[in-house]
């Protein structure tokens, strides 16, 4: 069965400073893998999906990369600021379509 | 504007009493599905459907049912609420293998009292 690590489970850095998310998945059969946002009591906002083709991801500050042979990603945060403060979770998705969370990483950015 | 629609966002019911929650999408997605997320657990699949009038049990689908009679809504509906059904719900959708991404309602947080 698919299981989803999320580490660290928490995290606090000083603003501007660079940090990798990491998330591993024990079985390398995705179709693709997506990285949410959460802020407290709200809903799922999308970061990034990388394709199982693909190796990584780019949205301004953020960098997904993914490597389904070791059964990997990183979600790198540039420049970190106090509104990136929220738990991020990284998801993948199987053949017919099911979706598998982590447990998530709360990040705390202190100004 | 592409969206998934949940409703109510917030519901206290009382034990017993059926309830249903609705969920609707816009973009022609094949694939809905429901999750319960809690403290400690995480995000963890009800059911699921891959078109209409094909739904199909996630990991923790006791106590839920689900209908698809049409390719835009999926509810959910808890025939007898219990206490241990208070959570905060979740509705996705998704083109066919989930190719495009899910796209999340803004979720539901259920009170059973």
């Known amino acids: 069965k698919q299981e989803v690590t999320q580490i660290p489970a928490a995290l606090s850095v000083p603003e501007g400073e660079n940090l990798v998310l990491n998330c591993s998945f024990t079985d390398s059969a995705i179709y693709n893998l997506q990285w949410f946002r959460q802020d407290p009591g709200k809903g799922l906002t999308s970061l990034l999906l990388i394709q199982s083709s693909q190796r990584e991801q780019t949205s301004g500050r953020l960098n997904a990369s993914l490597d389904k042979s070791s059964g990997r990603s990183t979600l790198y945060i540039a420049a970190s600021q106090p509104g990136d403060s929220a738990t991020y979770l990284c998801a993948v998705v199987l053949g017919q379509g099911n979706l598998i969370f982590g447990k998530g990483t709360k990040l705390s950015v202190k100004p | 504007e592409a969206q998934v629609t949940q409703n109510p966002r917030y519901l206290i019911t009382v034990t017993g009493k059926k309830l249903t929650v609705t969920c609707s999408q816009n973009m022609n997605h094949e694939y809905m599905s429901w999750y319960r997320q809690d403290p400690g657990l995480g995000l963890r699949q009800i059911y699921y459907s891959m078109n209409v009038e094909v739904t199909d049990k996630g990991d923790v689908p006791e106590g839920y049912k689900v209908s698809r009679k049409e390719k835009r809504n999926f509810p959910l509906i808890l025939e007898s609420p219990s206490p241990n059904q208070t959570s905060l719900y979740f509705c996705?959708?998704?083109?066919?293998?989930?190719?495009?991404?899910?796209?999340f309602g803004s979720g539901t947080r259920l009170t059973v009292v």
């Open positions: 996705a959708s998704s083109s066919t293998g989930g190719s495009t991404g899910y796209t």
